[in-house]
Nanobody, 117 residues
Framework: VQLAESGGGSVQPGGSLRLSCAVANTDFNTCGVGWYRQVFGKERELIISRSLDGTITPTKAVEGRFTISTDDATNTLYLQMNSLVVEDTATYYC????????????WGQGTQVTVSE
């Protein structure tokens, strides 16, 4: 599975961004998906995921502000981020989350999100 993130940028606190992830060589009926982020010098962390049955699980840090969605026609994964805060500044990565061979993936380049005044 190959993944390519896009849509990052700079935004002021309180603003919104929508990230996209082009997914190749699998589909959303085969693999669960999620979004990770990494702050410089820290571990990459899973912030929100969507299982095969459609259950969305956000972490407390993003609950109520971020949501995940998919477009089956274009095989694109989205992360809608609202009410952004400075602490959301990070590089964002998409990923598959199912533990099976068909869902093995290579990390993409990520997309940088910067939230500042």
């Amino acid at each position: 599975v190959q993944l390519a993130e896009s849509g990052g940028g700079s935004v002021q606190p309180g603003g919104s961004l929508r990230l996209s992830c082009a997914v190749a060589n699998t589909d959303f009926n085969t693999c669960g998906v999620g979004w990770y982020r990494q702050v410089f010098g820290k571990e990459r962390e899973l912030i929100i995921s969507r299982s095969l049955d459609g259950t969305i699980t956000p972490t407390k840090a993003v609950e109520g502000r971020f949501t995940i969605s998919t477009d089956d026609a274009t095989n694109t994964l989205y992360l809608q981020m609202n009410s952004l805060v400075v602490e959301d500044t990070a590089t964002y990565y998409c990923a598959t989350t199912s533990l099976k061979r068909l869902c093995l993936f290579t990390w993409g380049q990520g997309t940088q999100v910067t939230v500042s005044e």
